[in-house]
């Protein structure tokens, strides 16, 4: 394959970034974070103002998916995009891009007239967002070469989901009953303004080496197969599982799959580099990954629904209920950074897929919902697991990869993030509307109510938790470490700048 041309002038390559000082590579990791900041707290604020939006906007439980499918498919279609088109044309540009893009999408949603405006202009955010957590994370790779340097910055990287998750709900439940729902979207403004200054000011440009081609057929199947299926995932409930529109929508997604499959490795620079996935514990992220964040989105948004429409709480009070959850994401994940520097990423790995898993087991089996103390315990357990299993993920995907192709690697652990959330909303909120619609035939909900329509939904989440703890245990070995220095020395020469003299 021939090697890029840049005969105008020197391109800023791998090495630049980690001749930066301590000081300032500590600013970067801070301005990357401030990215990750916003990007999460608009999900998980956005959990606790669904109800009050669902009123205004006069929509169902299918519109109120929408609001938060429609910002995580974009993002999982385009973060492979964001990804490769960063390593080529400058990291620090596409991540400035991404800045305004999602800051101006932020005022859009706060302005919105109706649902059909708002999920228009949460796909503006979408697209915005793509380019920022990939690229932040690309960032990070090439600022803190050093392994545990690196796993003690992605720990911290990980451990602002954890803040998200703390301050979302509480920031989320106060301006709902303060300011009213439009607010939430607000706040991402100057936020997003500061870290366009910072990165401007400090943080230097770089390239890979080597970048991928443009890969504009992978990408419309890409796109395609997360659509079609999201579509009919969201829409089954009310049209039938058998309607012709779902089964339509079905083929769609099973054809463009296939075909992603056949096409990408006949492309000499694929959007989707499969041999990736001949390492163990980079396809066991991937898989990991969407389990735990489809736990996540199920989680939170049964859990919304659960606290204000059925037990009747304010939104600010609903957030104070899941403190409990969110403490224990902010106080573990970085815990799991360090763990994950010190010992590998396999013990936070096995004690997050057994916290998640028994936090579902307790809705399922016990209905935790009708018991205070068993809610807690829940919560708790959930906060834990979710918060160790962050740093794991992001350190299994990129590490074993050849650094010039650190965005590509970085882009399929967030995507794969993304569209866990995507289904794990998706795929909840479809069950729980079947079995809410059964309850409700049988005379309305309350919280036993409740607990027997979503214990489906449930028994789907503890069997994510025990699919991430089967899945680390398979893929954090030693054969499965075996398989990554394998797959690394086939892809290192791919990555290695050919002179151009």
Known sequence: MPAPQHESSPEPSEEATPQCGPRRRMVILGTCCMSLLIVSLDNTVLNVALPSMQKELHTTLAGMQWTIDAYTLVIASLLM??????????????????????????????????????VAFRMVQAVGGSMLNPVAMSIITNTFTDPRERAR??????????????????????????????????????VGLTAFLLTWRFVPESRAAKPRRPDPVGQLLVMA??????????????????????????????????????YEPRRPEPLIDLRFFRSAPFSGATVIAVCAFGALGGFLFMNTLFLQNVRDLSALDAGLSMLPMAALAFVCAPLSGRLVGARGPRLPLLLAGTAIAASGLLFAVFEAETHTALLFTGYVLFGAGFGLVNAPITNTAVSGMPLAQ????????????????????AVIGAVLTAGASSATHRGGIDEAGFAAASRPAWWIIAGLGFCVLVVGALTSGEWARGTARRNAARLEPASVPQSTA
Do not use: H
């Open 406 to 425: 650190s965005g590509v690697a970085a882009a399929v652990a967030s995507t794969s993030r993304q569209i866990g959330q995507t289904l794990g909303v």
């Open 81 to 118: 995009l964001a990804g490769s088109t960063a390593d080529r044309v400058g990291r620090r540009r596409v991540f400035k891009t991404g800045l305004v893009i999602f800051t101006l999408g932020s005022l859009l949603c706060s302005l919105a007239p109706n649902l059909e405006s708002l």
């Open 225 to 262: 197969t997360l659509g079609a299926l999201t579509y009919a995932i969201i829409e089954a409930p009310a049209a039938g599982w058998t309607s012709p529109l779902i089964l339509s929508f079905a083929g769609v997604a099973v054809c463009a799959l296939t075909g992603l499959v056949l």
């Open 153 to 190: 910055a992605i720990g911290v990287w990980g451990g602002v989901v954890g803040i998200s998750m703390a301050a979302g709900p509480l920031i989320g439940g106060l301006l709902v009953e303060t300011v009213g729902w439009r607010a939430i979207f607000l706040i991402n403004l100057p």
